[in-house]
């Protein structure tokens, strides 16, 4: 079992934020730096003195400054947003409730079958059906929806900024600082803007949405970012394709690709790595540039 580190480097993003006048701080960087650990490892019951270790804090004062930030303990973050990654598997994929779980981390399907219900109100297998009748009953997933085609594509990397529930900042002023905070060559290899969208609404209450704003590059470099910037990248496989008229379009999108269209097609989604991508070139043409990619298992 693979654990990522993160060397710390909060007072490098410290200075870099004062110095372009952004209302973050130390607390805010480590504690965001934390949380983009704990989304990495959805699949393990993560050890907190380890994530402690890598973002150059005890635990007890982690603790108490995530606990600032997010309302909750990081332990009990880390519980919430594997049991969201497991609902989503549940409504968006065809795998087995023990597939779920041991997706999750969970080793046991009564264990984990009590936790969720504890958390969600429901057995694994309740939730699933009430959830994917509410969507159709909703007309979440539409006859007149946009066409979806499948795409093959080679490994992709992007240089992201993880924002975080409301944040006060807009995506392009994330990408802003992620520049700032970018040598000369990385930004040499950017090629479009792009937004990962890791959260479902109906799932996870909204201080909690992440996403993951930044751009595709031509080539993962070298460079190791200091988090809350990262590295993400996408293996090479085969995505469905939907272009947006709107960003606003973009949830109900999703579900008929990952519900209907899969479905039809005897496909099945992978939850991680959706994405939207906007492509100024096709806008400066006066053509539709938003596409939604979400990857195919």
Known sequence: MMILTHRCVVPYISVIAEGMDMMMDSREFDVAATEVILHEHTNILMPMTLVAQQVGLSCSHLRRKFKQSFGVTPTDYHAAIRLDRAAMLLIYTRKSIMEVALECGYQDHAAFSRVFRRHFGSSPRGYRESMRMEIAT????RDDATPVNVVEHDEEHFLVMRSFGEDK????SLRQMLLAMSPQHAKESIVESVC???DDPNI???HRMRKDVGYRMTKRATWNPPLPL???TVPAGRSMSA????EKDREQCFKHMAIRWAQEHNEQIRVDHSRVIYHEGMRDAGMKS????????
Do not use: H, I, K
């Open 230 to 232: 990262r590295w993400v």
């Open 138 to 141: 909703n007309g979440l997933v």
């Open 243 to 246: 272009t947006l008229g709107s």
């Open 204 to 206: 996870t209450p909204a």
């Open 290 to 297: 938003l596409e939604l990619r979400v990857p195919l298992d």
């Open 196 to 198: 990962f969208y890791y």
């Open 169 to 172: 900042n807009s995506e392009e």
